[in-house]
Nanobody, 125 residues
């Protein structure tokens, strides 16, 4: 069982930055790919970024590429999402997700089997 707790969301003006983090429980964090997803009202959940077990590989959705950076600290069981140059269309609930141990890096929600409760990010214009 893995518990994921996100923090670091909030309200920011367009052009600003936020750095949500996600702390994971248990001893299997370093064996799991991790992902950040977001869901805006009335829209489906979508991938923002994902990172491999070691952090050596990452993938980004087009919406955040060049503005967002995903990283992880396996010693702290934590994954981060540095979000820069935020836009009003980035407003959503952001979710952290953990994939099954030793699974391949992927962008589909079905790739992940543990989810956090979400943190709200609101970008004002």
């Amino acid at each position: 069982q893995v518990q994921l707790v996100e923090s670091g969301g909030g309200l920011v003006q367009a052009g600003g930055s936020l750095r949500p983090s996600c702390a994971a429980s248990g001893r299997t964090f370093s064996s799991r790919a991790m992902g950040w997803f977001r869901q805006a009202p009335g829209k489906e959940r979508e991938i923002v970024a994902a990172i491999s077990r070691s952090g050596g590989s990452t993938l980004y959705a087009d919406a955040g590429r060049g503005r967002f950076i995903i990283s992880r600290d396996n010693a702290k069981n934590t994954v981060y999402l540095q979000m820069n140059s935020l836009k009003p269309e980035d407003t959503a609930v952001y979710y952290c997700a953990a994939a099954p141990p030793y699974s391949l890096l992927g962008g589909a929600p079905s790739t992940y089997n543990y989810w956090g409760q979400g943190t709200q990010v609101t970008v004002s214009s």
